[in-house]
């Protein structure tokens, strides 16, 4: 099973400059999020979903969007990079079934974001 | 995240010794989650707690909860190098709709 996959995995971009992380799972998980992770500061909310059509803002969503066309798809689209976005983004997903409760969550690799 | 707070920020300790990390909420949980994260890797999950008192162990990795406390400690029995890297709690937290949070991490060196 391929589980929580993750492109591009490097990516180097100037400032202003858009872009798309793309997230996608193959475990039929109804939620679906997206971290940032920079030292010392352990991993981020930024958005997530909990299932098709449903988006929400997390801890730190100034910058992002993110859009769930489909329970397979999640991705998070930067429009205009700063260099305060360099960092490394995680993609995760869980079967989220209880309201409320999100449960174990999958991880992608993540993606290496370098904003000059 | 502000709900989870973690300590030691880092640790460096023989091979061989045992060691503790912590991580504790502000808030009311739902279950508590390790992870461990190799350098330039994702994420492996660990184990997860609910219950107060509820203790599990994979390996020679043992976690603990005290529900009174809303904290949760991780024990590694006798180091070994294999067990580098960085170790983060997660939560459910109650009354936050499906935010998961985690702590900021604790960074493992053991040393041969």
């Known amino acids: 099973n391929a589980g929580v996959t993750q492109t591009p995995k490097f990516q180097v971009l100037k400032t202003g400059q858009s872009m798309t992380l793309q997230c996608a799972q193959d475990m039929n998980h109804e939620y679906m999020s997206w971290y940032r992770q920079d030292p010392g500061m352990g991993l981020r909310l930024i958005h997530y979903?909990?299932?098709?059509?449903?988006?929400d803002q997390g801890e730190v969503p100034n910058g992002y969007n993110v859009s769930r066309s489909t329970t397979e798809d999640f991705p998070l689209r930067l429009l205009s990079a700063a260099p305060s976005q360099t960092s490394v983004y995680f993609c995760?997903?869980?079967?989220?079934?209880?309201?409320?409760?999100?449960?174990?969550?999958?991880f992608g690799e993540g993606s290496r974001l370098t904003v000059l | 995240s502000q709900e989870l707070e973690q300590s030691p920020q880092s640790l460096i300790v023989q091979e061989g010794k045992n060691l503790t990390i912590n991580c504790t909420s502000s808030k009311t949980l739902y279950g508590l989650y390790w992870y461990k994260q190799k350098y330039g890797e994702g994420l492996i999950f660990l184990m997860m707690l609910q219950k107060g008192g509820e203790e599990k162990s994979h390996e020679k990795i043992t976690a603990k909860l005290d529900e009174k406390k809303q904290q949760s400690s991780l024990h590694i029995t006798a180091s070994q190098p294999s067990h580098a890297g960085i170790y983060l709690c997660?939560?459910?937290?109650?009354?936050?709709?499906?935010?998961?949070?985690f702590g900021t991490g604790t960074s493992l060196t053991v040393i041969p």
């Open positions: 995760a997903s869980s079967y989220g079934e209880l309201a409320g409760v999100v449960g174990e969550l999958f």
């Open positions: 979903s909990v299932g098709a059509g449903i988006t």
């Open positions: 997660g939560a459910d937290v109650k009354d936050t709709g499906n935010q998961f949070y």
